[in-house]
C-alpha cells in the first residue's frame, strides 16, 4: 500500500490496484495529476479495424526521452498508463528503468495475442517491478481457456473491452471466471469512424445487450470498472445509488488525469479530444496546471 498528499486530499493505493481518496474538506483539489493516459508509439502490427489511433506497422515510435522536463517532473506515486503496441518499442525497457527511479507506476495495455506471445517477457517486466499493472485487450471471439489460465498468472491484469466490441458470447466465455475487467467506450474516431459505418447494427447490437445487462455484470466479475466514455454509453449512473456513484466515481476526465501523445508531443486533457497543445518544454504540472485552466474556460 502507497499513500501520497495530493492538494488537500490524501490518495491511497492498494496493492491490489485499488485508489481511496479520502479528505476532510467538502471536495478534492489536486496539486498535480494522478494519473497520465500517455501514448509510445503508432506502430501496430495487430490491424484492429476500429483503432481509434489509426495505428499501423509503418506507424512511427515516440523518442521516449525527448522531453526531460516532462520525465523529470513526474511526482512518486503518479499512474502512467502507456499505450499502443508497447513491446515493440526499442525504449521501452529504459524508460520503465527510468520511470521505477522515479517511484512512478507503470502500467501497459498489450492486445491478447501480444500478452500470450510475450508472457515471460511481461512476467519479468512485472517480477523486477518495472510493470505495475497490465490491461490485455481483448480480441473479441478468441478468448479461450489458456488466455485466461495466463491472465491468473500474474498480479493486477484487467481484461480490456470495448463497448460495442465485447459480444454476448465473448460474455458468456468470461463470466464467473475470476476476472476483473475494464469497460472502454466505443471512439468514434479514425478507424473506428469506417468500421461504425460498416458494422453498425452489430455495434449498436453489443452495445444494448451491455446496457441491459450492466448491473448483472458486477455479479459476473470479480471487479467492473468503467472509462468515463463507457460510462456515459451505458448510462452506467442509472444502476448506481446517489451516495454510492459520489463514492465511487473518479471524476472527469482533465480533473485528475489527462492525455499526453508522446508520438506526436501534444497533450490534451483525453485521447478523444480534438483540442491538442504542444508539449514543448512544459513539466507535467505545466501541462495539468493548463489542462485544469481550459476545463474552467
Not at 498528499?5 to 494522478?34: C, H, L, Q, W
Amino acid at each position: 500500500m502507497n499513500l501520497y498528499k495530493n492538494g488537500n486530499y490524501t490518495v491511497m493505493i492498494m496493492n491490489d490496484g485499488t485508489k481511496v481518496r479520502y479528505t476532510k474538506e467538502d471536495s478534492f483539489i489536486p496539486s498535480f495529476a494522478e494519473n497520465c493516459d500517455v501514448k509510445i508509439t503508432d506502430m501496430c502490427s495487430q490491424g484492429c479495424p476500429f483503432c481509434y489511433e489509426g495505428c499501423t506497422k509503418f506507424g512511427a515510435h515516440a523518442n521516449l526521452f525527448k522531453y526531460p522536463f516532462l520525465l523529470n517532473s513526474l511526482h512518486p506515486y503518479t499512474e502512467m498508463a502507456l499505450n499502443g503496441n508497447d513491446l515493440d518499442h526499442p525504449q521501452l525497457e529504459d524508460f520503465l528503468i527510468s520511470l521505477k527511479r522515479k517511484k512512478v507506476f507503470a502500467n501497459i495495455t498489450v492486445n491478447q495475442n501480444q500478452f500470450m506471445t510475450n508472457f515471460d517477457k511481461l512476467k519479468e517486466l512485472q517480477d523486477n517491478g518495472l510493470v505495475y499493472g497490465i490491461g490485455v485487450s481483448l480480441i473479441s471471439g478468441e478468448i479461450n481457456d489458456d488466455v485466461i489460465h495466463h491472465m491468473r498468472l500474474l498480479k493486477n491484469i484487467v481484461l480490456h473491452a470495448i463497448v460495442g466490441i465485447l459480444t454476448e458470447k465473448d460474455i458468456s466465455k468470461l463470466k464467473n471466471r475470476g476476472i476483473k475487467i475494464l469497460l472502454l467506450g466505443y471512439k468514434n474516431l479514425k478507424r473506428g469512424v469506417s468500421y461504425m459505418e460498416s458494422n453498425s447494427h452489430h455495434v449498436m447490437k453489443n452495445m444494448s445487450y451491455l446496457y441491459e445487462h450492466v448491473y448483472e455484470m458486477t455479479d459476473w466479475f470479480d471487479v467492473v470498472s468503467f472509462d468515463n466514455l463507457a460510462i456515459e454509453q451505458l448510462d452506467v449512473k442509472r444502476i448506481v445509488p446517489e451516495d454510492k456513484w459520489d463514492e465511487f466515481y473518479m471524476g472527469d476526465d482533465g480533473h485528475y488525469t489527462f492525455y499526453i501523445d508522446m508520438v506526436k508531443g501534444e497533450f490534451a486533457k483525453n485521447s478523444l479530444s480534438q483540442d491538442r497543445y504542444p508539449i514543448g518544454d512544459m513539466t507535467i504540472d505545466d501541462m495539468f496546471k493548463f489542462i485544469l485552466e481550459k476545463n474552467q474556460d
